[in-house]
Nanobody, 124 residues
Framework: QAQLVESGGGLVQAGDSLRLSCSTPFRTTMWYTMAWFRQAPGKEREFVAAVSRVGSTTYNTDSVKGRFTLSKDDRKSTVYLQMNSLHPEDTAIYYC?????????????????WGQGTQVTVSS
């Protein structure tokens, strides 16, 4: 299993923005479904957003659509999550994940490769 590395988390105030990055050891992220999940204390890991091999994106509509944008650079094998208008409820550890294409993109069990996570804390 490949090790993904997240970065860019931190402590911010409500309304601020952060950009998370996920570097991968893959030759290209074009071969994988790439996603971001998050897990708040005492809660289950939650789907945030995913991007398919060809760049089609899916978001957790209820939580983040309109505020978060997932993008990727296949040549750099890196995935990004731009987070705007952050809310205290966005506080969580954010994880990057990679899956073989064709699996349900919103399911934790679809993903074989995970990073260690990066902490995002949003104060009110």
């Amino acid at each position: 299993q490949a090790q993904l590395v997240e970065s860019g988390g931190g402590l911010v105030q409500a309304g601020d923005s952060l950009r998370l990055s996920c570097s991968t050891p893959f030759r290209t992220t074009m071969w994988y479904t790439m996603a971001w999940f998050r897990q708040a204390p005492g809660k289950e890991r939650e789907f945030v957003a995913a991007v398919s091999r060809v760049g089609s994106t899916t978001y957790n509509t209820d939580s983040v659509k309109g505020r978060f944008t997932l993008s990727k650079d296949d040549r750099k094998s890196t995935v990004y999550l731009q987070m705007n208008s952050l809310h205290p409820e966005d506080t969580a550890i954010y994880y990057c994940a990679a899956a073989q294409p064709g699996k349900p993109s919103q399911e934790v069990s679809s993903y074989d490769n995970w990073g260690q996570g990066t902490q995002v804390t949003v104060s009110s």
